[in-house]
């Protein structure tokens, strides 16, 4: 489903972020924890390494953004907000999102969610 919206946002805060505070790459757990979408695709590509694969990713509170109002513009209720400033050159690798931070603060209710295949879903028990 597609829905357009309109969001209205001071975006200067995800904008002008120190975003060289964090860095790193994701394809140690990866190459660990992700063999079964890699077997399908030939293996780990030999040309992925840390330098080309680099995110630099920041998490914001509540106290930094206003999550009350973007969930509201959104239509969903918003629990984290992270950007990621990829450097030029660097490649996202095929992977499945295991949603760490969220599953982190959430561990208790036990959130699932899929982007794999078809049926994109999130649910909580």
Excluded at 77 to 104: C, E, M, Y
Aim: hydrophobic fraction near 35%; charged fraction near 20%.
């Amino acid at each position: 489903m597609i829905k357009s919206i309109f969001f209205e946002y001071d975006l200067s805060v995800f904008l002008n972020a120190d975003y060289d505070a964090h860095h790193g790459s994701c394809i140690s757990y990866q190459k660990v924890e992700q063999k079964d979408i890699h077997g399908t695709a030939g293996g780990f590509p030999k040309s992925y390494h840390e330098d080309n694969t680099r995110i630099q990713q920041l998490w914001w509170e509540s106290s930094d953004i206003d999550f009350e109002q973007i969930g509201k513009q959104l239509g969903i209720d918003v629990i984290t907000i992270s950007a990621i400033l990829q450097p030029p050159g660097n490649v996202v690798t095929l992977h499945r999102d295991t949603f760490f931070k969220i599953n982190n603060l959430y561990h208790n209710n036990l959130i699932i969610f899929s982007n794999h295949g078809k049926n994109n879903s999130c649910r909580s028990k």
